[in-house]
């Protein structure tokens, strides 16, 4: 006997099995249900929340519970009398024997106590539906069904599906009682009041910023732009290193060996995971990252690598360095680690370099980066965590004098700046200021030229180790700049201590 042709039998029995196995259903739950609305609808209440008619197995059941839906909504009785007109009239009953049906049904019901179980025994019927048709198109499309999409879209896609269906609005949501939200901000409230400084939320590590903001919040969506050069991604590494750090100096705080409860996220589009070590390397080593790249480094610089190499190796830090994600796949790839890690922070450099998610095609640049900034809004709001966006800024910024950047430079704005929380701009006045080196043959004069060195190099003195952070927009909070030190050997952000700079005496 051919034992290929035996397995392959036996194999093709086996999936035969699985097709002919019935969805997930229960006929007497949805009657039973109906019965009881038909009888009171009072025991729409307890359904409602969570349970519409495309969630009934049988259809014309779920437009039944539609249509007393519908009168109930709209303040009318919804019995066997008022709904027969409507039925009658759509023939909805003809498949199942016209209005005898609801006689049926009457005597099917169960008391308004337990209408909710049976809601819910019928809408987990359809969960269980719904992850069989996902798991259909998984295998369909891996056999060949969508071959515009390759093997790692097809799991975006994938998980996609899965994230709309643990999402699905029918299974939690809905109002909160005012005294609830009341309890909520005295809380956070109480919390505020019991922490030293201004830092409410998750730290920045640099001191100025978190007294205009309080720290970084739940919920929030943060954008930080600049143009290229200005060092979004430093400031950016900086403050992910710091919320990590704060995060790990809690945990052992509050007990020796404790692990932290969250984590921060990092997704590198640009730079891989490799480059950005480096730098945070390079920044707490104060090792220049071009001399590590090359080699130059001493043993007694190797061995502060290991020692530093050893600290942070224990942080709470992860980042994913995968080019072109697409939104969906960074939403589960949050939530699968706010599962099992925890998460505090997202960072996300940059967000015109990713993609909206699997299957939607956008009409226009614009829109496009419009969808993405919703997509990591709705992150922050899910996870409650706060998400940083770095972006890109248009090149009308160099056509002014003034290069300090603005909201209308946003590139492909769209809704960018509508849904941000907070927007923050950086911008080294020193960076511009090498560009415009004074060169001697523009002055007809040695004298001019030497008035003009002078002038650019005193301006140099000024913007040397310094870099602006412009907070142009913050929803809960003022509007201003920082003032921020930076040290571009070690591409690294500080703060800046202006006040002991003009001779005052230390606060």
């Keep these: ?143 060949g069904a969508r071959p ?28 909160t009682s005012f005294d609830r939200a009341l309890a909520d901000a005295l809380d956070v409230a109480e919390k505020a009041f019991h922490r030293t400084g201004d830092v409410v939320g998750l730290t920045t590590g640099l001191r100025d910023l978190d007294k205009k903001t309080g720290g970084m919040h739940p919920s929030d969506l943060l954008i930080l732009a600049g143009r290229p050069a200005m060092g979004k991604t430093a400031l950016a590494t900086k403050i992910a290193f710091s919320a990590a750090h704060a995060l790990m100096r809690e945990a052992r705080d509050a007990a020796p060996g404790t692990q932290p409860k969250g984590s921060v996220a990092i997704f590198s589009l640009e730079m891989s995971a490799e480059q950005l070590a480096t730098r945070i390397l390079s920044e707490q080593a104060s090792v220049s990252g071009e001399r590590i790249r090359r080699g130059e480094i001493g043993q007694k610089e190797f061995d502060r690598f290991v020692h530093v190499t050893r600290e942070l190796a224990q942080l709470p830090l992860h980042i994913d360095d995968t080019p072109a994600i697409s939104l969906s796949a960074m939403r589960t790839r949050c939530r699968r680690l706010a599962r099992t890690k925890g998460l505090s922070l997202v960072v996300v450099d940059y967000l015109q370099l990713m993609r909206p998610s699997v299957g939607t095609r956008p009409e226009s640049r614009v829109l496009e980066i419009s969808m993405i900034t919703q997509g990591l809004k709705a992150i922050a709001k899910e996870l409650s965590v706060p998400v940083i966006a770095l972006s890109q800024l248009s090149r009308q910024v160099e056509s002014r004098e003034d290069k300090r950047p603005m909201l209308s430079d946003l590139r492909e704005s769209g809704s960018i700046e509508q849904d941000a929380d907070a927007v923050m701009f950086v911008y080294r006045d ?68 202006l006040v002991h700079e003009a001779g005052y005496p230390p606060s």
């Design 148 to 175: 515009e999409l390759d093997g790692v879209d097809q799991i975006a896609a994938g998980e996609e599906a899965l994230f709309r269906l643990a999402t699905d609005k029918g299974q939690d949501g809905g109002f």
């Design 430 to 497: 020193q960076y511009y200021l090498q560009q415009r080196q004074p060169k001697e043959t523009a002055f007809d004069s040695t004298e001019k030229y030497q008035t003009a060195l002078e002038d650019w190099q005193r301006k140099m003195d000024l913007a040397h180790n310094r870099a602006e952070l412009i907070l142009e927009k913050q929803r809960h909070g003022p509007t201003g700049t920082v003032h921020l030190f930076f040290e571009g050997e070690f591409t690294r952000f500080g703060d800046l201590d």
């Design 1 to 143: 006997m051919d034992t290929t042709q035996t397995e392959s039998s036996t194999g093709d029995s086996s999936l035969l099995g699985l097709t002919q196995r019935q969805p997930p259903a229960n006929m007497q739950a949805e009657q039973a249900l109906l019965g009881a609305l038909l009888t009171n609808n009072r025991a729409y209440e307890r359904v409602s929340d969570f349970l519409t008619g495309a969630h009934f197995a049988d259809a014309v059941n779920g437009r039944i519970y539609d249509a007393i839906a519908r009168r109930i909504e709209a303040g009318q009785l919804a019995d066997p009398v008022t709904l027969r007109g409507e039925f009658e009239h759509s023939g909805v009953l003809e498949p199942v024997g016209g209005m005898p049906y609801l006689a049926r049904l009457l005597t099917a019901m169960v008391g308004i106590i337990n209408a909710g179980d049976y809601g819910r025994v019928i809408h987990d019927a359809w969960v269980r539906r719904q992850l069989i048709e996902i798991g259909e198109d998984v295998v369909n499309n891996a056999f």
